[in-house]
């Protein structure tokens, strides 16, 4: 028994780490991918020295003072403070100008950090949770953290004009810290979208923004992020040709669109293969399609589970120009998914429920008038654990319910699990 909170059992709970887990240079070395060559083969990273400098930035907390404080632990070699790293996956070169050992809310500087070590970079202003730190000559990407989708949304807005560059910077500030939150401007409304994993994550965020940062802003109510998909496959061609500032603009492409497997997410492939078409206008394509997969086709969703192949283009050296193409794209896409039989996913949880035997009735008939579905159910010494799926939509306020009618003694967790096709699509709202 302990508590952090309170600092009981905390040391012993260190010393049994120390005593009884292996240190780094006692497990087999770690995994990554070089960049520069064959990307299926694991490049292995033993835990040495003298080795090539290679880290990991495994959490990002923002210092009102210093800024960024990037925690970094390292896999091998050596970093000194006041030189330059290389962040691997953004291909840019940063400089550690601070090295600190954290001991709780105290710092201690350091000279430089070796393999096994963990501490903390200060200076470093586009790394994130996940990036590998090295050398160009080591380009080695660690395996990164993998991030769910964000499944609610709620909208902010500040209570000033004043306050809305204050609010912009600190939603910056925490979705750096923190990449299951993100943020977005709708292009429509004009309002700001703060996206996250449950109302609570959100109530968190958004209590750290009042009371940590000082941002006066007001909070709508939640909001469940859908998103859209093709449910059968279709091909479409589209010309397109404009007559701007006196010079005609053409560019013609066919697409087929296609579902891909749940969980699979989108993809975009070229099969046109022309010496003749310049690279800008391929780059063009892409960037057209890319921003039509975030866009969505009918409500305005992003895509999921698409597949894009590009199977021609019509491309007249004279006329085409790279935004004739881009804006081709986007017409091509939208007249493809219409004859796909589009359809509205929504976000489905894994909800697991913990309560006492006799309250486990209760419990099941709480989740299946929200439309869940009971998956299995486990018998633990401490009480039942029941399995369920549940459309996120129809989770909003459950907590209140469940205790209501277990006596206040069961409790619940959840996270996503995956989109599925919603029933009835929006309403006639939309």
């Known amino acids: 028994m302990g508590s952090a909170r309170h600092n009981q059992g905390v040391q012993p709970l260190i010393d049994a780490v120390v005593d009884y887990l292996p240190a780094p240079d006692e497990i087999p070395p770690a995994k990554g991918v070089h960049v520069k060559r064959d990307k299926t083969e694991d490049v292995e990273v033993p835990c040495k020295e003298n080795g090539q400098a290679l880290g990991l930035v495994f959490k990002i907390q923002y210092d009102r003072e ?88 709620v909208a902010i807005e500040p209570d000033s004009i004043s306050e809305r560059d204050k609010l912009n910077e600190t939603l910056e500030i925490l979705s750096r810290e923190d990449p299951t939150f993100t943020h977005k401007e709708d292009a429509e409304t004009g309002q700001m979208i703060i996206s996250g994993m449950g109302e609570l994550h959100l109530d968190v965020l958004v209590t750290r923004m009042k009371d940590d940062f000082g941002v006066k802003a007001r909070v709508g109510a ?8 093709v449910t059968a496959q279709a091909s479409a061609t589209e010309n397109y040709s404009r007559v701007l500032g006196g010079k005609e603009n053409t560019a013609g492409i066919t697409v087929t669109v296609s579902p891909r497997e749940t969980g699979q997410g989108n993809s975009y492939e070229c099969l046109v293969h022309d010496s003749s078409i310049p690279e800008e206008i391929y ?23 698409t597949s894009v192949q590009v199977t021609g283009l019509d491309y007249n050296e004279l006329t085409s120009t790279t935004f004739a193409f881009e804006a081709c794209a986007v017409a091509a896409f939208d007249k493809a998914c219409k004859g796909a039989a589009p359809e509205l996913l929504e ?35 401490s009480g039942e654990l029941i399995h369920c799926e549940a459309p996120m939509a129809k989770m909003f306020g459950f907590s209140t319910n469940l205790r209501s009618a277990t006596q206040g003694r069961a409790s619940f967790q959840m996270e996503f699990s995956h989109f599925q096709v919603k029933v009835g699509g929006l309403g006639s709202a939309y």
């Open 66 to 153: 210093m800024g960024p404080l990037c925690y970094v632990r390292m896999y091998s070699g050596k970093i000194a403070a006041g030189t330059q790293v290389f962040n691997v996956g953004k291909k840019k070169r940063e400089r550690v100008n601070r090295i600190l050992r954290m001991h709780a809310d105290k710092s201690e500087p350091m000279e430089s950090v070796s393999a096994g070590d963990i501490a903390v970079f200060i200076g470093l202003k586009l790394a994130q949770t996940g990036d590998s730190l090295g050398s160009e000559g080591f380009p080695v990407l660690l395996e990164s953290v993998t991030f769910p989708e964000p499944v609610i949304s």
């Open 222 to 229: 939640p909001q469940v992020t859908y998103r859209e998909a």
């Open 283 to 305: 780059d063009a394509v892409k960037n057209g399609f890319e921003s039509a997969l975030s866009a969505g086709i009918n409500y305005g969703y992003p895509c999921a589970d």
């Open 347 to 381: 976000p489905v949880m894994d909800v697991e429920i913990s309560c006492p035997k006799e309250f486990v009735g209760d419990a099941m008939s709480q989740m299946t008038q929200r439309g869940g579905i009971i998956m299995g159910q486990d018998s633990k010494p």
